[in-house]
């Protein structure tokens, strides 16, 4: 199979049309409707529902871009390795991170560990924290910075913390809590809450949801969101309470939005570097020994 069909289907996919994906690999509208077409052929399966406008993958096409997906990162990671060894004789470091509390705590071990090893190069890669073990699973990283909730229960990785919180209330200034210095959980579990969607942070959702039963309450989530900015737009025009960590930055929304503990609250995380404990890439190795001397 030609790899390079793997990458017109993902933005065909992500594009939903085949003009504008034509423009973005430079290549006529013509090879990609063949490429596609070729897939389809070789899978015996019709990936695209071409009388929708915009287009729209058909079930398979769904379950095919998901593989699709995964397939992409491991040849590109790949590829940057073997580049890089090439061209500098480098040792490379995939890593991976979900937010930027994750990026925080990454960002406290990188002075010391670059003047240590100048010979590592590192390659970090925003996705999705649903998405974290799956890929560390599957060879794509090296390294994983995100919350403990994603590496719990998964065979074969091991974690060192970087970092031990507690989850605070983000309100608005509009908020009747907004001047608390902190808030009960009677008071907290009162409001309507908005919170990040499970297909974007995948068992992190079902911990919170685990730690306010843990609580003794049934928490009343008005709305979901697809990613921070979109919830942090619900806390402000809405008046509902989200949950964030208390090292979120929010320095740009002071004026807007304030962080305010919890009392007594079971809402606590750690945000932990993960990896798999068969991973012999000896950058790995250099980085954990980075993270025992830090710590």
């Excluded at 085949?18 to 596609?36: D, G, L, R």
């Excluded at 309450?217 to 008005?222: C, E, G, K, R």
């Excluded at 809405?238 to 919890?262: S, T």
């Amino acid at each position: 199979m030609n790899i390079r069909r793997i990458k017109y289907f993902i933005d065909l996919v992500e594009c939903r049309n085949f003009t504008e994906t034509a423009k973005k690999n430079y290549v006529s509208q013509t090879t990609i409707s063949q490429q596609i077409a070729s897939l389809e052929d070789e899978f015996n399966v019709q990936l695209i529902d071409r009388k929708q406008i915009p287009i729209e993958p058909t079930k398979a096409g769904w379950l095919f871009y998901g593989e699709a997906v995964v397939l992409w990162k491991q040849y590109t990671h790949m590829r940057t390795n073997m580049e890089n060894f090439q061209k500098y004789n480098t040792q490379v470091l995939s890593i991976e991170y979900a937010a930027m509390t994750d990026i925080q705590s990454l960002l406290k071990l990188i002075p010391s560990f670059k003047e240590n090893h100048p010979d590592i190069k590192l390659e970090l890669d925003k996705v999705l924290l649903k998405d974290v073990a799956a890929y560390l699973q599957k060879g794509i990283y090296d390294i994983a910075i995100a919350f403990d909730s994603e590496f719990a229960g998964q065979e074969g990785i091991r974690t060192y913390t970087l970092y031990s919180g507690r989850y605070c209330v983000a309100v608005s200034n509009q908020h009747p809590l907004f001047h608390r210095e902190s808030i009960s959980k009677d008071e907290l579990y009162a409001y309507p809450l908005v919170m990040l969607n499970p297909a974007a942070i995948g068992n992190s959702y079902y911990l919170m949801l685990q730690h306010a039963i843990e609580d003794g309450y049934q928490p009343n989530i008005l709305r979901t969101a697809d990613d921070v900015e979109t919830e942090l737009f619900y806390i402000i025009t809405e008046n509902l309470i989200g949950f964030f960590p208390d090292n979120h930055p929010l320095a740009y929304l002071q004026e807007e939005v304030r962080l305010i503990p919890i009392e007594d609250s079971h809402h606590t995380f750690k945000i932990e570097a993960g990896y798999l404990k068969s991973n012999t890439n000896p950058a790995l190795q250099s980085f954990l020994h980075q993270i025992r001397h830090a710590k």
